[in-house]
């Protein structure tokens, strides 16, 4: 893996499959074999973060490979020391899943990472890499969700209430697609890339605002009172969110049923829509309908994309 990131570095132009294997140790020589374990490693690549780009070539491969240095490298931040110690205590403080934190804190010419448990210890999923290359490249991603193909460009990815949330414009929804909020973790396999620079962000766009902060709390004033059945597999992660206090009916098969007030319909309908066919809302009416609309509105667009 290190010597095909050092290959696709060191190329000034796109090289071909052929010669990727002839430049890589340990690349099978047939040509089947190599083709699958090159999108092995690709896929690791990228889930990593690390931008392989794929471009159209001439000659019989038509496909060349390379990682540009300027979106492989991180460039200078030329940091003054309060600001280098202001990262070294968010790296202390916050780490990810699996993260080096050390050697990240060298890269980033950060001092001593203070030693103190982490506040928070974010999950890190294999697509995260892939959809962080998305925004950074402005480029469309493709990936399964709630059963069928989505086409999206990505606006934002964030983490909230024990999830990362992909936000963006789906294209497979209507006939000019509308924003949607996607659970990271819901996304079935690996996301793939599309061209870069394929659309840009609008202007003002702030996903935290899209995602309406909580959807529970507010001021009385603000709130509707929400009823919902919770199936057995998502019963845990509901209450963790809404609060034990909620619950006001536990059947035999782990599944609840749970009141609690929202103050964002709009954020807690794409909350509900993430748990798929393991919720049902009870009331009130306007939200069960929205959910229904919402509902319907996929079915069609997964039909439509059928018969394509």
């Known amino acids: 893996m290190t010597n095909l990131v050092l290959a696709l570095l060191e190329t000034e132009r796109p090289v071909s499959l052929r010669e990727i294997g002839a430049a890589v140790a340990g690349y099978p020589p047939e040509r089947g074999a ?18 392989v780009r794929t471009e159209q070539i001439e000659g019989e491969d038509q496909a060349g490979y390379r990682i540009v240095p300027d979106e492989y490298y991180l460039p200078e931040l030329s940091l003054e020391p309060d600001e280098s110690e202001a990262l070294a205590f968010a790296l202390a403080g916050v780490r990810l899943e699996g993260g080096l934190i050390g050697d990240v804190a060298a890269k980033l010419a950060a001092p001593g990472v203070p030693r103190f448990s982490p506040i928070a210890v974010l999950p890190s999923l294999p697509g995260l890499g892939v959809l ?24 934002g990815l964030t983490f909230k209430e024990g999830s990362w949330y992909f936000v ?4 497979t929804v209507g006939e000019t697609g509308a924003l949607r909020t996607f659970r990271a973790d819901r996304i079935v396999g690996a996301p793939l890339l599309g061209e870069p620079g394929s ?22 004033e ?30 035999p098969d782990g599944s609840v049923v749970a009141v609690f007030k929202v103050a964002d319909e709009q954020a807690i309908c794409s909350y509900l829509l993430g748990l798929g066919e393991d919720v049902e809302v009870l009331s009130p009416p306007a939200l069960r309908a929205r959910v229904v609309a919402e509902l319907e509105s996929s079915v069609r667009a997964g039909s439509t994309l059928a018969r394509r």
């Open 222 to 251: 603000s709130t509707t009172e929400v009823s919902i059945a919770v199936g057995a597999r998502s019963a845990a992660g509901v209450i963790g969110v809404v609060g034990a206090a909620a619950v006001r009916e536990r059947l």
């Open 34 to 51: 190599l083709r699958q374990a090159f999108e092995r490693d690709k896929k690791s690549l990228r889930e990593a973060g690390i931008p």
């Open 132 to 155: 962080q290359q998305a925004l950074r490249e402005r480029a469309r991603v493709t990936f399964e969700y709630h059963g069928r193909e989505r086409v999206v460009s990505g606006y």
């Open 168 to 171: 963006g414009l789906d294209h």
């Open 199 to 220: 659309y840009e962000v609008p202007a003002g766009f702030s996903v935290r605002d899209e995602l309406g902060g909580s959807p529970f709390g507010g001021t009385e």
